[in-house]
Every structure is written in structure tokens, then in C-alpha cells.
């Protein structure tokens, strides 16, 4: 028997977590285009909006009934507006550990909702779903991501060296491949004892594989 996760939607305070919508398509493709996005992640870029429906009918679902990963619309829970994602992919069902990432929109940073929506999922997969370990990978500059990690309780555990690549502008508007650094952060369930709920104000970005 395959393991699963499963089609969930998780509330905190401001936030509704929930699955992937064709009605997410236009404003998830805004967001995958933008410049922040396009430097932290392997997002194919340009992101058309055909990716973006291909991404929640077909390859989201796949993964999750598959058991490996699950994504999440972050949506704010007064205007149902989308402001993020969160995905969780790589799991491991003998180890029960997962890495997780995440997204906000351009439009939703600086509000703290990659900390609340992170620790809410986090807490929904090592108590809920009674997973051992929550993995992040961190680019060594992008310290937004690394204020979430850090606030949602999260230990830095080492550095893997050039293993990350990012994209910077180059002077002719386009963009370059540059290696970096990755930091590797975990997440185990009694690192959540004493984790306030008070959201970071800042927008992280975590790399990993997106689709």
C-alpha cells in the first residue's frame, strides 16, 4: 500500500491552506514570474500559465496520492486571495522526513505569512501526520528565508557547499546561472515545543525542485 498524504486544508489565524485550484492558475503564474521568485528558485521561467494549470490538475495530485510531496495554495483567510505556496516534496516514509519550501507573492510579503504558514504546516506533518524530520534548504544569501526558518524553530545545521544554483540579472536584462551555497535546516517535533505562533515580516523563499 502506497503511502499518501492527505487532501487537507489547514486554517491559522489569517491563513486558509488548501489544495491548488484552476482558479489559482492566473495569479500563481504572476507570482512564479516574479523577480525575487525567478533568483531563489528553478522555476522555469519564463512561468506560462499553461505550466501553472499543468502544475494543480495534473502534477500536484500525482504527487500527492503518489506520497511524494504535497503542495498548498496559502490563501488569506478574509479575501480567499492567494499569497503563497507551500510544498513539501522528497518524503521519505521509512525515515518519515520531507523537505519543505516555500513561496510568497510579491504582492503579500512583509505580513509574516511564509512564517505562519510554514509553522502551521510543519506542525500539521510532525504532529498530525507524525513525521520525524522537516528538512529546509536555504540559499546562503537569501536571508529572508533564513529569518523563517529561524522563526519557526528550526536548527542550521551545516552548509553544502556550491550546491545551489541561483539566477542573477545580467546587464542585458536577461539572467545567469551563479552557484552558491545551500544551508540545511531541520526540523524534528520537539524542536516545536515553545514555538511562539507571532509571524516573521518577512517573505522567504526556500530552493527546491519546483515543477
Wanted: glycine residues 8%; proline residues 4%.
Amino acid at each position: 500500500m502506497t503511502n499518501t498524504f492527505p487532501d487537507i486544508s489547514l486554517s491559522t489565524e489569517r491563513l486558509v491552506l488548501r489544495p491548488l485550484e484552476d482558479d489559482d492558475v492566473p495569479a500563481l503564474t504572476e507570482m512564479m514570474n516574479d523577480e525575487l521568485v525567478v533568483a531563489w528558485t528553478p522555476v522555469p521561467q519564463p512561468f506560462t500559465e499553461g505550466a501553472a494549470r499543468t502544475w494543480v490538475t495534473d502534477e500536484a495530485p500525482v504527487e500527492r496520492t503518489e506520497g511524494r510531496g504535497i503542495a498548498l495554495a496559502v490563501t488569506e483567510f478574509l479575501t480567499q486571495r492567494l499569497v503563497g505556496v507551500i510544498q513539501l516534496s522528497k518524503a521519505n516514509w521509512h525515515v518519515r522526513a520531507t523537505e519543505m519550501s516555500y513561496i510568497i507573492a510579491p504582492w503579500a510579503r512583509g505580513e509574516g505569512y511564509a512564517s505562519e504558514a510554514a509553522l502551521a504546516t510543519a506542525q500539521w506533518l510532525l504532529r498530525d501526520q507524525k513525521f520525524e524530520r522537516l528538512e529546509l534548504r536555504t540559499a546562503a544569501d537569501n536571508t529572508a528565508s533564513q529569518q523563517v526558518a529561524q522563526k519557526i524553530g528550526c536548527i542550521s545545521e551545516g552548509v553544502l557547499r556550491g550546491a545551489c544554483i541561483a539566477r542573477t540579472r545580467t546587464e542585458d536584462g536577461g539572467w545567469a546561472d551563479l552557484r552558491t551555497d545551500y544551508i540545511v535546516w531541520s526540523l524534528l517535533p520537539e524542536d516545536l515545543d515553545g514555538v511562539g505562533e507571532e509571524s516573521a515580516d518577512s517573505g522567504g523563499f526556500t530552493y527546491s525542485d519546483w515543477n
